[in-house]
């Protein structure tokens, strides 16, 4: 059965979004933004589009009806009302937030739905999600599981060794707001940029800390079931201080309108993008302690003769691998849907998780 799917949102990831989705032969796409320039750029190429004003609560309700489906990659702001409206509109949800409250609201919603709400899909909640939950379910007691996340500049050359590469406000949230982790066994809230490590991965050296929103409800589904659960973003060594010194020192954390203004002023964006995905569990297996690694490294690359940052496709193949799951009966298509119910193999195996594939997802094993 075929799927006709509203992506709300024409940026970046929408774009990438909309183009996977149309070469497939079990989807037909409609792309509803404001702005019209962005979406004059996706009828070029093919791609039908809707104009519609997020802001607008029964005018964004009617245009959503008559779809399967909705994704929204849009700001993690108009999370809410357009899982509101896709309600509404009788449409399964599915979106790439990683702000709490914005997923908090979206669970309220599901509760009386006829249809399925899947919020933090996409990367990192998403992908990384399905991964060290398949890793944890390896182990007959886990003791701990790392989940570590970077979308990396290929050839950084600034102080930050960052350029941008997705939502400025997203990693402004994730640099800013708690995080969620297990610490000795109790579900707590932790401080951002805390939690320093340093690992290496060919021949590359990067630091991790933590960083908010990434697991997603990992932490829900383990409580009880593990000693320590945590999500780290890795970056290049050196990074962390300067955030620290912005943040903290110069107070911009609580201005973040202004870091965000000089992020966009300052930090150019790039394709040529490497995204790593680390996670590591411990735990027994057959009364023996062992610990096991899976690693995906992910590149920038031509699909169907265009350029496409790594960020784009490993994001846009996360949303769009559970959104085929469900479409074909793998996952429940009423209520609330959490990451961790999506099986490793079966995301690889679907037209859109394949794209992951590229990048060798790769366990590593080793016995304590």
């Known amino acids: 059965m075929s799927w006709n799917i ?15 989705l149309k070469k497939s032969h079990n989807y037909t796409v409609t792309v509803a933004d ?29 245009g959503l009806a008559g779809f399967d489906a909705v994704i929204s990659a849009a700001p993690f702001f108009l999370t809410p009302a357009i899982a509101k409206a896709a ?5 399964h949800y599915f979106d790439l937030t990683e702000d709490v409250a914005a997923t908090n609201a979206v669970r309220e919603l599901a509760r009386d739905s006829g249809t399925a709400f899947m919020p933090q899909c996409g990367l990192a909640p998403g992908f990384v999600g399905i991964a060290g939950a ?11 599981l790392h989940m570590r996340v970077g979308a990396l500049p290929l050839y950084p050359t600034n102080a930050l060794k960052y350029n941008l590469t997705w939502s400025t406000d997203g990693l402004i949230n994730e ?18 940029l805390e939690d320093y490590e340093i690992i290496g991965h060919d021949g590359v050296e990067y630091e991790c800390f933590n960083t908010s929103g990434g697991l997603g409800t990992l932490p829900e589904t383990l409580a009880g079931k593990a000693r320590a659960v945590s999500y780290r973003s890795i970056r290049y060594p050196g990074h962390r201080d300067i955030l620290k010194l912005l943040l903290t020192d110069l107070g911009l954390g609580q201005r973040r309108d202004l870091l965000k203004d000089i992020f966009e002023t300052a930090l150019p964006r790039t394709d ?65 849907v959490r990451q961790e119910q999506v099986r490793l193999g079966d995301f690889l195996n679907t037209e859109f998780g394949q794209l992951y594939r590229a990048g060798e997802v790769t366990p590593q094993n080793k016995a304590a």
Request: glycine fraction near 10%.
């Open 87 to 91: 309600k509404a509109a009788g449409a």
């Open 34 to 62: 404001h702005d019209l320039t962005a979406l004059s750029a996706l009828n070029r190429q093919g791609i039908t589009t809707r104009q519609i004003d997020a802001g607008d609560e029964a005018g964004l309700a009617q």
């Open 6 to 20: 509203c992506v709300v949102g024409a940026g970046k990831i929408g774009q990438m979004i909309a183009a996977l």
């Open 134 to 144: 398949s890793l944890a379910a390896e182990f007959d007691t886990l003791d701990s």
């Open 175 to 192: 640099y800013c707001n708690l995080c969620d982790a297990i610490v000795n066994g109790e579900r707590v809230k932790t401080a951002p």
């Open 272 to 336: 040529q993008d490497v995204v790593l995905v680390y996670c590591t569990a411990k735990g027994m297996i057959d009364g023996a302690l062992r610990e096991k690694s899976l690693i995906n490294k992910s590149f920038a690359r031509t699909i169907d003769g265009q350029v496409w940052s790594a960020i784009q496709i490993t994001t846009a193949a996360g949303v769009l691998g559970v959104v085929d799951l469900m479409r074909t009966g793998a996952l429940p298509t009423q209520g609330f």
